[in-house]
């Protein structure tokens, strides 16, 4: 089963960095979109809309509490598309 590989985390924070409306360089693995990046609940939807897009995969909205930073996201999309 492959992992993460590096095109798809990169195409992951290019996705958040886009509807957060920040540089690839603000954002971190570990800094939380709500706290350090002024992020809303209607962000992290459109966040999670677009992931579910791009990778054509189905991820439920309970998972949004899981996603609040971009080690989250790497992690619940890997788990929805079973990678």
């Given at each position: 089963m492959p992992t993460l590989t590096e095109e798809r985390a990169e195409k992951i924070k290019e996705i958040v960095c886009e509807i957060l409306e920040l540089e690839e360089d603000e954002v971190t693995?570990?800094?939380l979109f709500r706290e350090d990046h002024d992020a809303d609940s209607l962000r992290a939807i459109e966040i999670l809309a677009s992931l579910e897009?791009?990778?054509k995969v189905v991820i439920d909205q309970s998972e949004?509490?899981?996603m609040v930073n971009l080690k989250g996201v790497h992690?619940?999309?890997a788990e929805s598309a079973g990678w």
């Open positions: 693995e570990t800094s897009k791009e990778f949004l509490a899981r992690e619940v999309v």
